[in-house]
């Protein structure tokens, strides 16, 4: 995988669209992993939440990056303080660190699925079309 490529994508998309944190989860056997990959932050007040995301190894279907995987698709949500731990497993950290809207997107290199890019605000985002095709564009979907 070129992590270059990736890093500077996650770059764009959140310098572009206001995000003020992107993580990526790399496809590692039968799971997504966050622990080890570049980040990008755009509110330093996030790099709490940044590290509780690499505590995190997603199975297919389970939570945002899981079910982005399973369903190769892009999942928003409006504000993850609404979910519960079975629908968003980092719910508790979520809360305390303010975290409110969160965009999962499929990441493909050459067509092939390399892992899943997270967007994260502090502010409640209401789904923007527009964006989110532009966005699976940079991401090869």
Request: hydrophobic fraction near 35%.
């Amino acid at each position: 995988m070129d992590s270059a490529k990736m890093l500077s994508t996650m770059e764009g998309i959140c310098n572009q669209h206001g995000w003020h944190l992107g993580v990526f989860y790399l496809l590692e056997d039968d799971r997504l992993n966050c622990a080890g990959q570049e980040t990008c932050i755009k509110n330093p007040h996030l790099r709490a939440y940044q590290e509780e995301c690499k505590k995190y190894k997603f199975k297919k279907g389970v939570g945002v990056p899981g079910r982005v995987w399973q369903n190769q698709n892009y999942e928003w949500v409006n504000n993850v303080q609404n979910l519960d731990v079975s629908e968003y497993p980092r719910a508790a950290p979520a809360k305390t660190m303010g975290i409110k809207a969160s965009l999962g997107v499929p990441y493909k290199q050459d067509g092939n699925f390399m892992g899943v890019m997270e967007f994260f605000n502090i502010n409640k985002v209401e789904c923007d079309s527009a964006m989110v095709q532009d966005i699976m564009k940079k991401c090869g979907g």
